[in-house]
């Protein structure tokens, strides 16, 4: 998986790995029991401060996405793809109320949204 980092954007570094991980958990790219690059490893990868990368980690962790096993490494937990669709499914959900909301103050009805979102899917 290849995590990309946007410097610009308004998230924050952390967020945006946290995102990204769970993302590649959801979509199958990282599958339980698989390796992530050392904390080290993965900063000097993405130029950017270790301790954002452990503050990733670390909600990662507290989210049972990933698992430390000492001096062993960080693996994708084997229950995570149960905790990251959870999260996908919500974020789909946020997604489409923020749309409707939008679409409607441009004046567009609830059938035109359907229609609109009908073909969108297609």
């Not at 290849?2 to 995102?19: A, G, K, M, R």
């Not at 080290?40 to 990662?60: E, H, Q």
């Not at 996908?88 to 749309?99: D, G, Q």
């Amino acid at each position: 998986m290849n995590i990309v980092i946007d410097v610009e954007s308004d998230t924050p570094i952390f967020t945006q790995l946290v995102e990204q991980v769970k993302q590649g958990v959801a979509t199958k790219a990282l599958k339980p029991g698989a390796p992530l690059p050392s904390i080290r490893k993965l900063a000097n990868d993405l130029g950017i401060n270790p301790n954002t990368v452990s503050k990733a980690y670390k909600l990662l962790e507290r989210d049972s996405v990933i698992a430390g096993k000492g001096y062993r490494g960080t693996f994708i937990h084997e229950n995570a793809l149960e905790f990251c669709e959870t999260d996908l499914n919500a974020t789909a959900l946020s997604l489409m109320v923020e749309n409707v909301r939008q679409l409607r103050e441009l004046g567009l009805t609830d059938s035109e949204i359907r229609n609109a979102f009908a073909s969108a899917m297609k």
